[in-house]
């Protein structure tokens, strides 16, 4: 049976240390697979607008849950990797396998907010040349213990890492359904992680330009990891426009079969609003465990 994750909510009024723990607990005790939380470093008014404050760190919260919970992969979706310096990244994925046991998984993407980029003093316009600089940088402190690397604005000089993670590497989820985002899925991913992707994009376009991507490149196809609402609706939604995991709960079921005859073995459900409001956790517990049990029941 296909596995399930949560998105849970990491930001808002309603979110604070309990409210994590509470989610994560539900997540292990109903017999999701995995939570994953979202992040953002310095949220300015049009992140604020989809992620109302406050924001609670990903890698720091999923550090704390890791000795919380003893069977959830915790993982980020998605660590914009320009914001940190890619050795910080590293070190930190490395040690949160490590003291978690290996449950957890580094998604990773290019961030959004021009706003964002500038309150750090991050390149929005380079965001993407830049993750892959940054992500070559960090699966290579993964399997070395010194580093050296010539990148604009950042010179590496036999500069220890570690710690280096068992077997070299951490799971690396990579987002994004744009071209340079799928070929950085086949260069670094063990996962590709697109978010709400469209049904018939995913099945025509995005999973072809993967395999082929792959071939090219002569390595494995990655593994397929998506993430999609789970917004169930009283009354049915019609046609093939209707995004992934919106309508009634037989419909979402149908959706995640969908994407497990796609071969997404992982699929993340994602309870979160699109413009910010007051939540009902509860209610939204109970919507995942429907889909759950439809799942189960073969509604």
């Known amino acids: 049976m296909t596995r399930l994750g949560i998105n849970v909510p990491n930001f808002g009024p309603q979110t604070d240390a309990a409210a994590l723990l509470a989610w994560a607990r539900f997540a292990e005790s109903s017999g999701f697979?995995?939570?994953?939380?979202?992040?953002h470093v310095a949220p300015t008014?049009?992140?604020?607008?989809?992620?109302?404050?406050?924001?609670?760190?990903?890698?720091t919260a999923i550090g704390w849950l890791a000795g919380q919970t003893e069977h959830l992969l915790l993982a980020t979706s998605v660590l914009v990797v320009p914001y940190r310096h890619p050795l910080l990244t590293?070190?930190?994925?490395?040690?949160?396998?490590?003291?978690s046991g290996g449950r957890f998984a580094l998604g990773v993407g290019v961030g959004w907010s021009p706003t964002e980029f500038a309150a750090i003093g991050a390149d929005y316009e380079r965001r993407g040349p830049i993750t892959d600089q940054y992500l070559n940088v960090i699966?290579?402190?993964?399997r070395q213990p010194r580093i050296n690397a010539e990148l604009p604005g950042l010179r590496l000089t036999d500069v220890s890492t570690g710690p280096n993670p068992a077997g070299g590497s951490v799971p690396l989820w990579v987002g994004g359904s744009a071209g340079p985002a799928i070929r950085r899925a086949v260069r670094f991913g063990t996962a590709w992680h697109p978010i709400n992707p469209d049904r018939?994009?995913?099945?025509?376009?995005?999973?072809?330009?993967?395999?082929?991507?792959s071939q090219h490149a002569g390595?494995?196809?990655?593994?397929?990891?998506?993430?999609?609402?789970?917004?169930?609706?009283?009354?049915?939604?019609?046609?093939r426009d209707r995004p992934l995991g919106v309508g009634t709960i037989t419909q979402i079921a149908c959706d995640v079969r969908f994407l497990a005859g796609l071969g997404?073995?992982?699929i993340i459900l994602d309870p979160n609003p699109d413009t910010p409001r007051p939540r009902d956790y509860a209610a939204e517990r109970n919507d995942l465990l429907a889909v759950q049990a439809a799942l189960t029941n073969h509604v």
């Open 90 to 99: 590293a070190r930190v994925a490395a040690m949160l396998a490590e003291i």
């Open 45 to 59: 008014a049009e992140v604020t607008e989809v992620y109302p404050p406050p924001f609670y760190d990903p890698l």
């Open 264 to 266: 997404a073995d992982l």
């Open 219 to 239: 390595v494995p196809v990655p593994d397929l990891v998506p993430r999609i609402k789970c917004r169930p609706a009283a009354a049915s939604t019609a046609g």
């Open 33 to 39: 697979a995995a939570v994953v939380l979202s992040d």
């Open 200 to 213: 018939s994009w995913l099945e025509q376009t995005g999973l072809p330009a993967l395999r082929r991507e």
């Open 139 to 142: 699966t290579t402190a993964w």
